[in-house]
């Protein structure tokens, strides 16, 4: 029997799952290969059945989502987290900073028919993840060597170096040296192949926070080309808001800007 597979979608933009849609031919070889039980996107739909591996994208944002997700965990050998909602809690992540009711209210000219939590999280604070792949969204090559790393028994490779050394392989020209602009690729994981510095862009942390990320002195350095404390803060409080190490960085320079 082939091993079953299931991709489970909560709050998010759905770009993540295009991860697998974007295999192309790729996607019909994995169908030889594994047995895809669940996936909305794609037209399967079987969302209690029990798998080998779920990969979930999304966070964690009302109650029902909370009962579902369990159901997932309790339903799957492996559940793999895919994308920067499911492993940060994602934008929707910034309502945590805040008053949520106050922000429905805001918005929505009834918000006493919306049930929501009173924060966005990572899947990870609900339920026991097995392998979490970050990236906003994550790409088609992780999606890959995750399914095949787990299905073989093979321990996954973790991806933990900073975009700075992909600049470095790709002989990219490093944009804040030669521009001054406050690129977080100190800080952030690679992934993403390098594609902002790669055409001059300044990266903006899409892929979460690297091992042993040093972002006191990344912030400083962003604070010596005239960056307000506002502003450093936007550029940890943005995707990945809630990686402790980037909120934690992003609140203390926020404070800095109320004091």
């Known amino acids: 029997m082939k091993p079953k597979v299931a991709v489970h979608k909560f709050s998010s933009c759905d770009g993540c799952q295009l991860a697998f849609l974007n295999l192309g031919e790729g996607l019909l070889q994995l169908a030889e290969l594994v047995e895809i039980v669940h996936f909305a996107e794609a037209g399967y739909l079987d969302e209690d059945a029990q798998v080998d591996v779920a990969f979930v994208e999304g966070s964690i944002s009302t109650p029902h989502e909370l009962e579902r997700i369990k159901r997932v965990r309790a339903n799957s050998k492996y559940l793999v987290t895919i994308g920067a909602c499911a492993t940060a809690g994602g934008l929707q992540a910034l309502r945590n900073m805040a008053d949520a009711d106050e922000w429905l209210a805001g918005v929505y000219a009834s918000p006493e028919h919306l049930t929501i939590l009173p924060t966005s999280t990572a899947v990870a604070q609900n339920v026991r993840v097995d392998l979490e792949l970050w990236g906003c969204p994550v790409n088609s090559r992780q999606v890959v060597l995750a399914v095949r790393d787990l299905l073989y028994g093979v321990a996954p490779r973790?991806?933990?170096?900073?975009?700075?050394?992909?600049?470095?392989?790709?002989?990219?020209?490093?944009?804040?040296?030669?521009?001054?602009?406050?690129?977080?690729?100190?800080?952030?994981?690679?992934?993403?192949?390098?594609?902002?510095?790669?055409?001059?862009?300044?990266?903006y942390a899409c892929f979460g926070p690297a091992e042993n990320a040093e972002t006191a002195a990344l912030a400083r350095r962003f604070e010596g080309f005239g960056l307000l404390p506002e502003a450093i803060a936007h550029r940890f409080l943005f995707i990945n808001n809630g990686a402790p190490e980037f909120h934690d960085e992003g609140m203390r320079w926020q404070e800095k800007n109320h004091g």
């Open 158 to 203: 973790i991806e933990n170096e900073k975009v700075c050394l992909e600049c470095k392989r790709h002989q990219s020209v490093c944009v804040m040296v030669t521009k001054g602009l406050p690129c977080m690729g100190p800080v952030t994981r690679t992934g993403c192949g390098a594609l902002c510095p790669s055409v001059g862009r300044d990266c």
